[in-house]
């Protein structure tokens, strides 16, 4: 069962299509949103900045803390009001306990200082993470705040599809099955949207003829679950794995059910391979786990 749902509240232009997804889930589950704005330490910030350019005079010093606080608080007015809009316009109720409404809700957090650590202090307590795909040339903050999303906090992480929403629920469902730990757990984790479903499609991609069991394995699991799952073992065409799972589940599925597996660091996930390829074309959400 989903009830809490984390999302990192950037101020960036990916904040808007982030909060549709994140409110969708939480009309199905009845769950609540919690949105994090981090602000940097403008002190933190500044300092550094001094130090990569060889030092600072005080004076100098004082006049770049005031310009970084003064864009630091113009991004936190700016993730705030994204927030605000996307509460109003998807009809989301605030609250700050699980007392206060019924329903999906949402609330307004703002901590300061490094992105990375708030998003995990915040994450370990969240069913779910949804946030904002990584991009080639992204902020390498960004990219941090990903990676340790994923790989520290334990829980799913939910990245929205590039042309469609979440917003009518994940009726179709594909697995991008491969036996390995990391699929493993984010199919468990999907059970929640796999019992709503109306179809599940296990998806394979035949790589050794010796392990065309495991797929058959995963769909006796599911079988337990209620569930009756299909099969489509796919071929990998010249261009890969990734372009094989993505012309099968791009047409016909509402989320796309993976594991980050393939590579030991995340940034190769998220800017190179396989995983890279699949988050980085997919049209539909992806549901992801480590």
């Known amino acids: 069962m989903i009830k809490t749902i984390l999302v990192p509240a950037t101020g960036s232009d990916t904040d808007p299509a982030t909060y549709p997804d994140a409110f969708a889930v939480a009309r199905i589950f009845g769950a609540h949103v919690d949105a994090l704005h981090v602000a ?10 001094s130090g990569d350019g060889g030092g600072a005079s005080g004076m100098l010093l004082e006049r770049l803390i005031d310009d970084m606080k003064a864009e630091i608080d113009q991004r936190e007015r700016d993730a ?3 927030f605000v809009d996307a509460c109003g316009g998807e009809g989301i109720q605030t609250a700050v306990s699980a007392t206060d409404v019924g329903g999906a809700s949402a609330q307004w957090h703002v901590e ?3 992105e990375p650590r708030w998003v995990v202090a915040y994450g370990i307590t969240a069913d779910l993470i ?5 991009k080639p040339g992204a902020e390498a903050d960004a ?6 999303a994923l790989l520290e906090t334990g829980r799913p992480l939910l990245i929205p599809g590039t042309s469609r929403r979440f917003s009518a629920g994940a009726e179709r469902v594909a697995i991008a099955w ?3 730990p990391q699929a493993a757990r984010a199919v468990a984790a999907a059970l929640p949207f796999l019992v709503r479903a109306k179809t599940v499609t296990v998806l394979t991609v035949d790589e050794d003829e010796s392990r065309r069991n495991d797929a058959d394995r995963l769909l006796n ?7 009756k799952p299909a099969v489509k073992r796919l071929t990998a065409d010249t261009r890969g794995g990734p372009d094989a799972l993505l012309a099968a589940a791009g047409g016909g599925c509402d989320l ?3 594991g980050g597996y393939g590579h030991a660091r995340l940034r190769e996930w998220v800017f190179g391979g396989f995983t890279q390829r699949l988050l980085a074309d997919a049209p539909i959400p992806v549901l992801i786990a480590h």
């Open 178 to 180: 491969k036996p390995t």
């Open 80 to 82: 705030h009001r994204i």
């Open 256 to 258: 796309l059910v993976m």
């Open 221 to 227: 699991y599911l079988a337990w679950h209620g569930l």
């Open 130 to 134: 949804v946030a904002a795909r990584g």
């Open 40 to 49: 940097a330490d403008p002190l933190e910030v500044a300092v550094t900045v």
């Open 112 to 114: 300061v200082g490094q």
């Open 143 to 148: 990219r941090s705040t990903l990676e340790s």
